[in-house]
């Protein structure tokens, strides 16, 4: 794929992205919440500065989620009506496996842990192995956990190194944790970039929906 428009609203703030031949253009807000108010302006500018017409988009990556309800409803809206109107496939990624693509792209970690406050006592949890072209590349499914299943969960993996926005919780558990950053859409670009076998992932408008996750003892899939 060529020209890849990446869409990841799964925080409080809307990071969009455009990939023209692997040149990366990025646009993130600093307001909180203003997804619907600030996507379709990123989008135009976007496009503006990388010189290509919105039919010129070959693909769209979207972040499916876990992460903001809303933000999440936003973006995948806005990749669906794009797709339909274009005729082009969508691309539904992890906001997890982002964020560890993220932390692969920016320091030298193997494996890794992503842990990430969800709703009420639960919390998201991926495992993540840096491969070819540094690629993040899941480990186990995404799943909610209860706060308090968080000990036994790490049990056996005492050293693992650990990206979460949760810090207080591992104080006992590892002492490679790191502080994670925001919801940035460079890691959702380099996915789209170079994962192998990619025509297997890609999906209709009408088959992409957001992934909410219920910490119960399934770690089930709430849609």
Known sequence: ?????????????????LSKNKEIYSMHS????????LIFGFIKDLLKKSQLEKEDIDLIALSVGPGSFT???????????L?????????????LNILAQNVFLDGEAEHL?????????DLYVGKFARKHNDLAYPLIDDRAIKKTELEKFFSSDRKAVICCDCH???KNLSSNVLISRDQHVEGLLHLANYLED?????KNADEVYPTYLSGDDQWKKVR
């Open 1 to 17: 794929m060529t020209n890849i428009l990446a869409i990841e609203t799964s925080s409080v703030h809307c990071s969009i992205g």
């Open 198 to 202: 990619i025509d297997s992932k890609l």
């Open 71 to 81: 933000g999440l409803r936003v973006g995948c809206s806005v990749a669906q009506g």
């Open 113 to 121: 842990y992503i842990v990430k406050e969800a709703h009420m006592n």
């Open 83 to 95: 797709a339909f109107g274009l005729k082009k496939k969508i691309l539904p990624l992890s906001s």
């Open 30 to 37: 600093q307001e909180e919440n203003s997804h619907g108010k």
């Open 168 to 170: 207080e919780h591992f």
